[in-house]
């Protein structure tokens, strides 16, 4: 028997329509808030505004930041500089209670957490070659204002962490090996030109500050630079361009400064000797505490305990930092944090160093250890500039205490997410490849018509071992 029952047209799909499986663009709200973060820590414009200097600009994005990587749903604990956080953290909890100042040993686990929040945003959100170049742009950008501020205030940071000299010139160290290979990546003229000025501002910077410290810093990230240095030649004549640039332009009280350092003067009763008789109350502290040390950033606190009635030129310096981020790493956390952030740093450069040899070409020749090709992948690149910040900061915090500052946790968080986009996007070479964006002679295999890069949620090849 025949229905008379109409049958029931199917419903026009709407791209608005309430439950309807739609494919939905991943929202980029965590990776603006990262970049936000980077301008108001680095940049620091808030101490250019009057009246808004106060507003905790960092911690509000810090906690946003936060929010959006555990709504993103994603995994971002696979690294091991990412689990080494957590026993760091229990570390400094224990101090809390302890430590002989319990409110700065708080404050500092206090901000330690908000920049493993920064951290995981980075590494969650930093995803792609074209994210993490957008990300260096903006974090060159910040550094050159940085430069040009502190070279009209005379050699200063524009304030908090980088308002001394010091803080200041390895703020320079750090950007120096960025400007540098980014130099050497460029196929155009006029983005040749702009690292090259990036280049001369930094430099130009890191001697406006007088930093005797800063200097040897300087001088280690230049021997880096060469040594990594893809064209020898071409990299000789960066170098002897800088080096003409400095001797043009320094002052002469900067080459009196330099020459200072290790006058009988600086190393009898000047800073050189003050920084000695620091360090070894340091270690007094570190042999009487071995395993978990003083506390996060107790080292002032405690200083008149160790110092027991004794002085530096007749009067005691109790108080003072230790001008030296790694004898405040010993005597703060003991053996237990010297391995955990130790190790933490051995695993970033040996993640660079399989970024840049994955990624060499097959062709490339080798020299000295150091591979030779014109054209390299731009990450490889990147890896080496990373690396020359990381020896910028270990050679530069040994005069200084820089610890806690947000550069080493920001680097660190860097060199994990190049580490995930070169996996993610890497892939044997072959007939059918394609130039990605930022790719400058290593090619990027096809998968079903589309560049590896668009396919990584879909195509997940092999880890880096």
Not at 370 to 378: A, F, L, N, S
Not at 429 to 447: F, H, I, N, T, W
Request: hydrophobic share 50%; glycine share 10%.
């Amino acid at each position: 028997m025949r229905s008379d029952a109409k049958p029931m047209a199917t419903p026009e799909l709407k791209p608005w329509a309430i439950g309807q499986p739609r494919r939905t663009q991943e929202s980029k709200a965590g990776f603006y808030l990262v970049l936000a973060y980077l301008l108001f820590e680095f940049g620091r414009p808030q101490e250019l505004i009057p009246g808004v200097r106060g507003i905790p600009f960092s911690t509000g994005l810090s906690v946003l930041i936060l929010l959006n990587v555990l709504m993103s749903g994603k995994s971002v604990f696979s690294r091991l500089q990412t689990k080494l956080w957590l026993p760091l953290f229990v570390l400094m909890a224990i101090h809390v209670p302890i430590a002989v100042n319990n409110f700065w040993a708080l404050m500092t686990l206090k901000d330690m957490f908000l920049l493993y929040c920064v951290y995981l945003g980075i590494v969650t959100f930093v995803d792609s070659l074209e994210k993490m170049m957008t990300l260096m742009k903006m974090w060159l950008g910040i550094h050159v204002f940085l430069a040009v501020m502190g070279i009209a205030k005379g050699g200063v940071g524009i304030g908090s962490w980088m308002g001394d000299e010091n803080d200041f010139c390895m703020v320079m160290n750090m950007a120096i090996p960025f400007a540098y290979f980014l130099l050497f990546a460029a196929t155009k003229a006029k983005e040749k030109q702009k690292y090259l000025a990036f280049l001369g501002v930094f430099i130009l910077a890191a001697m406006a500050s007088l930093s005797r410290g800063g200097f040897i810093g300087l001088a280690s990230v230049g021997a880096y630079c060469w040594y990594r240095s893809p064209k020898k030649l071409n990299a000789l004549i960066v170098v002897v361009v800088a080096v003409l640039f400095m001797l043009v332009l320094a002052p002469e009280k900067y080459w009196d400064e330099i020459a200072s350092s290790t006058s009988e003067q600086t190393m009898g009763t000047g800073t050189g000797a003050n920084r000695l008789y620091l360090w070894g109350i340091g270690m007094e502290m570190f042999y009487s505490n071995p395993i978990i040390g003083v506390g996060q950033q107790n080292f002032p606190w405690t200083f008149e305990i160790y110092e027991a009635g004794r002085t530096f030129d007749g009067r005691s310096v109790a108080g003072r930092q230790a001008h030296n981020a790694w004898v405040t790493l010993i005597a703060e956390l003991g053996l237990s944090g010297t391995l955990i952030i130790g190790v933490m740093i051995v695993r970033c450069f040996m993640d660079l160093k399989l970024v840049r040899t994955s990624l060499s070409p097959a062709r490339s020749s080798q020299k000295h250890g150091q591979t030779i090709q014109q054209g390299e992948d731009v990450r490889v690149y990147l890896a080496r500039a990373m690396e020359g910040s990381l020896i910028g900061f270990i050679v530069s915090g040994v005069f200084i205490s820089i610890l806690w500052y947000p550069s080493l946790w920001i680097m660190m968080a860097l060199v994990v997410a190049l580490r995930n986009i070169s996996e993610v996007e890497r892939g044997d070479l072959g007939p059918d490849a394609v130039r990605s964006r930022y790719q400058m002679g290593v090619l990027l295999p096809k998968l079903g018509g589309k560049p590896l890069g668009h396919l990584a949620r879909e195509y997940q090849p092999n880890p880096i071992p």
